[in-house]
């Protein structure tokens, strides 16, 4: 196995350790400041003016790295593409925001739209440019198999893509939680890269460095927020290492915070229609139910950090057992 690219980790952390205390003063006077929704839990509110957008840490912390592998490993190039990509949505949409003032950021079709041309741009890249199969390995434990899905392929990348992507911006509520969460998912991809030398192990393990560093300013109570910039980037990234790696079934279980982060809105929309107005959580998504259920914030940041890490190992298991 190759493990120089575990240097990584180390150059991401100590990018983000060191661009940390320069950006977040820089973006308090932007007066970028987070406002909270006045319908969410009452203890957010005193998270009000507190600066948002610091996924610029993590952008910028993995964006320095890559630029001492890229020539080594230019299966990176494309994971790279995805994250800032989809980072560049998030900025936009953080931008419009807290700066031009329109709380709804960019609007739906506009948000949908460039993740639809992002997403455009790596399929082809990855397809024309790399030899990564587009068959997904079975996360089953019966010996190497994978599933060629034909000609309903690349339907099945958009969507996976982008509901990645979002399902991360879900799980983007309580201080630490998706940074936490995702810093597990990308050790699992990076253990997955190192072990079956797929190219693309130096950005796996980058992120794993970033997001230790900015959880140093990110942990409860927060110092800054990664806003949209972060969230987007990060589901970018994760979608693209589970499909360099042709494990995007995988998704579902080393990525089961992130589904059900979703599936807890699109189940509260459904119901709150269905039945003339009761919800069927107390507020979603669901870590903001359990905030209404009296948990703390740790707390609900360790438990899905703990179910993340288990549902990890299983991922690994199951992944030996090809």
Not at 221 to 230: E, I, R, Y
Not at 274 to 290: E, Q, V
Request: one cysteine or more.
């Amino acid at each position: 196995m190759e493990y120089k690219a575990i240097w990584a980790v180390l150059i991401s952390f100590a990018v983000s350790v060191i661009t940390g205390p320069f950006v977040i003063p820089f973006l308090r006077k932007l007066k970028v400041g987070q406002t909270v929704r006045e319908e969410g839990p009452k203890a957010h509110l005193k998270k009000n003016g507190t600066p948002t957008m610091g996924g610029i840490i993590i952008l910028s912390a993995v964006a320095v790295t890559s630029m001492f592998y890229t020539k080594d490993y230019p299966k990176i190039i494309p994971v790279l593409f995805l994250m800032l990509g989809f980072g560049l949505i998030g900025f936009l949409d953080d931008y419009i925001k807290v700066v031009l003032k329109r709380s709804m950021g960019l609007r739906p079709l506009e948000k949908f739209s460039f993740q639809v041309i992002v997403t455009t741009i790596f399929i082809y890249y990855i397809r024309r440019f790399t030899d990564i199969g587009l068959e997904m390995l079975l996360p089953l434990p019966t010996g190497e198999k994978y599933l060629d899905l034909g000609i309903a392929t690349v339907p099945m990348m958009y969507l996976v893509i982008i509901g990645t992507v979002n399902g991360v911006n879900f799980t983007d509520g309580l201080d630490g939680l998706a940074a936490s969460v995702t810093v597990l998912c990308a050790t699992f991809f990076s253990v997955i890269a190192i072990g079956t030398g797929s190219g693309i192990e130096p950005i796996t393990c980058a992120v794993v460095g970033s997001l230790l560093g900015f959880l140093l300013f990110n942990v409860h109570p927060a110092s800054v927020f990664m806003g949209d910039t972060g969230s987007l980037a990060l589901g970018g990234f994760v979608a693209a290492a589970a499909y360099m790696t042709q494990t995007p079934l995988f998704l579902p279980v080393v990525g089961c915070i992130y589904m059900i982060e979703v599936c807890s809105v699109i189940l509260q929309v459904i119901y709150f229609k269905l039945t003339g107005g009761k919800r069927i959580l107390k507020m979603a998504p669901l870590h903001h139910h359990f905030e209404l259920c009296g948990w703390s914030e740790t707390k609900i940041v360790a438990v899905f950090a703990v179910v993340t890490a288990l549902m990890s190992l299983f991922s690994l298991a199951m992944f030996q057992k090809t």
